[in-house]
């Protein structure tokens, strides 16, 4: 297995995600955080956030893990994580996971990086992002915000897959 699967998502205080397919927290910087990191690369993500996005994302090969089936040519679908497990390793560049929270818990073991935005805020919610040992990777604060709310955006590496 490579060395190439990515996750990236924005965290309350508590790992809260969203609440009714919305994430809880929203701001420009990290939207455009969030583009400039995934555009030109291929995106994991699930039936529920694609049906969250308005659009297609731009310059974004999209995955989709699903039951479903999805009706547009510009959409991989995949019904199985081996499926697309197999289908990731025969890419030779990041790819990133971008959500929902079971998509994110199903890919948390297979991570090498984790691109976190931790929000100092709780946040009412339904969807949470899984729980992981901290002591597995390296941790490197690129991003501090001091305006409220206040967070902080680390890239956390795997130290040994």
């Not at 455009?32 to 990191?37: A, L, P, R, V």
């Not at 690369?41 to 994302?57: A, C, D, M, Q």
């Not at 929000?119 to 919610?125: F, G, I, R, S």
Request: glycine share 4%.
């Amino acid at each position: 297995m490579k060395n190439n699967i990515s996750i990236i998502a924005s965290i309350g205080k508590n790992n809260e995600l969203g609440l009714n397919n919305k994430l809880v927290f929203y701001s420009k910087e990290d939207m455009k955080y969030f583009k400039n990191t995934t555009i030109n690369h291929n995106i994991v993500l699930g039936r529920k956030t694609l049906e969250s996005i308005p659009k297609l994302l731009y310059k974004r090969t999209h995955l989709v893990l699903t039951t479903s089936i999805i009706n547009n040519p510009n959409i991989i679908t995949f019904n199985n994580i081996n499926t697309l497990l197999k289908y990731i390793n025969t890419i030779d560049e990041e790819v990133f996971v971008i959500g929902g929270a079971s998509i994110y818990k199903q890919f948390i073991d297979y991570a090498y990086k984790l691109y976190l935005t931790e929000v100092n805020q709780e946040y009412e919610a339904n969807a949470y992002f899984p729980n992981f040992n901290k002591d597995d990777y390296y941790k490197q604060l690129i991003f501090e915000n001091n305006d409220k709310p206040k967070y902080k955006r680390y890239i956390y590496t795997r130290k040994e897959m």
